[in-house]
């Protein structure tokens, strides 16, 4: 409950600041550098959510799928941790040579896949 | 001073403090956990991935420096495709700018002079001494020199082109200098050497640059090896029929000689001569590892740095504190880009668990990626993911092993794209 009240505001505030930087080009406010700095605290809160079991395992997913699952293509965020699991599963049928996935999903046990896919679903965009 | 012994303490008794990180995951404010000062040396897949993920993961207790000398870096992975025409170096370009402002990371221009492992403090060539609580080196790969004869001019022309740069401009210009009737010689070092897939999909690209630019050409491996090192099925088609009449394979060829005058290379093979002749030299960890005299180079052979793949800590108990990754240390994992942004993980989960007081992962996990062109459209893939074994203390393939792609095709083309920009995106930004 917690954490979807947060990712909500996350959303809203990139939302404004998005919104804010475009329509400010051309009227007179002072001008805006567009800073991406995130301030101590609020790395601090957001390790804070990503301090989890599995975050090592998980973390093999993201040189492909995005920090925290979330590139723009091969995205994995914001799936739900059964998704996840549905979705290895079925890679894990594939034939190995045809399926890089496949050969990434069989390395790992039912549990581990469990605790990433558990990981995963937590996590918000970075 | 004070919490340097404090830290050594829990240290020493870290695993009666196991049941801490279950219990309190996902409650700790991580900067009241882990507070400590790592300085990081080396700005490429793997020292970038451990200064990003120490902050990502540890939070803002972490002081985290990130020393490099150059203010960008040049991606290894994608290069063969630079000597091709199909990208840029500045297409491989990437920099620190969104590990300073978006992760913290505070990155140093400079160059790492000594190590203090006592004092634990490093030099730098700016002038500037910083104090660590950890040390992470990943200095990457440097070279032997090559048996090279010749003027010096002559000499210019003998590049390696094994870490994206001006020598990738030379042996693309080399390349395209070239007619239908000239002999392109690649040579290859005896294992490890950085990327082993790599120098088997240069020779691919060029003899598929070759045909399609030129309407012909030859190219010629001299590998010092016994065999192909890596994807052993796609190559040896793509050498006996995707590339037949232009590759031919020699192994067993160990250099004596290359003289840049006469532009031959002597091998135990044989003599062979070309227009262009690409030689990787053999490999040894960066610089750092082998000059700092403070024993970071203690595998069998004084090359590389031996590490506890659990944290990729020196394995030198003299050099308490010091973590390895990457392409310096002598691990049973490949030396590459995408497994190294892995051990980067491994190693950051690790010192952020050790600065909490808490046990590091006693089964950590990595894996290795790589897209492999074998022409213009057609891409091969190789990929293994590695388990830690409690019996040998080492990283072993998991599952189905260290697999290869059944042959090349357009579909991995795609695929390989997205590979690049997302690993580059987990690692940078």
């Known amino acids: 409950m917690k954490k979807k009240s947060f990712k909500a505001t996350s959303i809203g505030a990139l939302f404004l600041v998005s919104v804010s930087l475009f329509s400010c080009k051309d009227d007179m406010m002072p001008p805006e550098k567009p800073d991406n700095s995130i301030a101590d605290s609020e790395l601090s809160l957001k390790a804070a959510n990503i301090d989890l079991p599995g975050r090592v395992l998980a973390s093999n997913c993201f040189q492909c799928h995005g920090t925290n699952g979330y590139a723009g293509e091969l995205k994995i965020g914001e799936q739900s941790a059964s998704s996840i699991i549905g979705d290895m599963n079925e890679m894990k049928s594939k034939n190995p040579g045809a399926n890089i996935m496949n050969v990434h999903a069989r390395a790992y046990t039912p549990e581990e896949i469990k605790i990433i896919a558990n990981y995963i679903s937590k996590q918000i965009k970075y | 001073m004070k919490r340097r012994l404090f830290l050594q303490n829990i240290g020493a008794t870290a695993i009666g403090f196991s049941f801490l990180h279950s219990a309190m995951a996902g409650q700790l404010a991580a900067s009241a956990g882990a507070v400590g000062r790592v300085v990081v040396v080396g700005g490429g897949m793997a020292g970038t991935s451990v200064a990003k993920y120490l902050r990502f993961w540890g939070g803002a207790g972490m002081d985290v420096t990130l020393v490099e000398p150059n203010a960008s870096y040049i991606s290894n992975i994608f290069s063969n495709m630079v000597l091709t025409g199909e990208r840029t170096l500045s297409q491989l370009t990437f920099n620190y700018s969104t590990l300073k402002s978006k992760y913290g990371v505070k990155v140093q221009n400079s160059s790492v002079t000594s190590i203090d492992p006592v004092g634990k403090k490093v030099k730098l060539s700016s002038g500037t001494t910083l104090s660590y609580d950890r040390l992470v080196l990943a200095p990457g790969i440097d070279f032997e020199a090559l048996p090279l004869s010749g003027t010096t001019a002559n000499k210019a022309k003998i590049v390696h082109a094994w870490k994206a740069g001006t020598q990738t401009t030379s042996l693309k210009n080399q390349i395209n200098a070239m007619s239908k009737s000239d002999t392109f010689i690649l040579t290859i070092p005896p294992s490890p050497f950085r990327c082993p897939p790599g120098p088997y999909e240069r020779a691919c690209v060029v003899a ?83 000059q700092s005299g403070i024993g970071l180079n203690n595998s069998a052979n004084g090359k590389w740095a031996s590490v506890d793949v659990l944290s990729y800590a020196s394995t030198n108990p003299s050099l308490a504190g010091i973590h390895i990754l990457g392409d310096s240390s002598s691990t049973t994992q490949p030396k590459a880009g995408h497994i190294a942004n892995a051990e980067a993980k491994v190693c950051a989960d690790a010192i952020i668990n050790i600065f909490k007081g808490g046990t590091i992962l006693q089964v950590p996990m990595t894996n290795s990626s790589c897209f492999i062109p074998i022409t213009k459209t057609t891409v091969s893939w190789l990929t293994a993911v590695y388990r830690y074994d409690p019996a040998t203390k080492t990283m072993i393939p998991a599952g189905n092993g260290v697999t290869e792609s059944n042959g090349a095709n357009s579909e991995n083309y795609e695929d390989m794209f997205k590979w690049f920009k997302n690993l580059m995106a987990d690692t940078f930004s």
């Open chain 2, 208 to 290: 598929d640059h070759l045909k399609r630019t030129k309407g012909g050409g030859k190219v010629i491996i001299l590998d010092a090896n016994p065999k192909i090192q890596a994807a052993v099925q796609n190559f040896t088609t793509a050498f006996n029929s995707t590339h037949k009449g232009i590759i031919t394979y020699v192994p067993n060829a160990t250099i004596s000689a290359i003289n840049a005058d006469t532009m031959s290379v002597v091998t135990s093979a044989g003599t062979f001569k070309g227009k262009v002749i690409n030689a990787i030299p053999i490999h040894k960890a960066g610089n750092l590892i082998t």
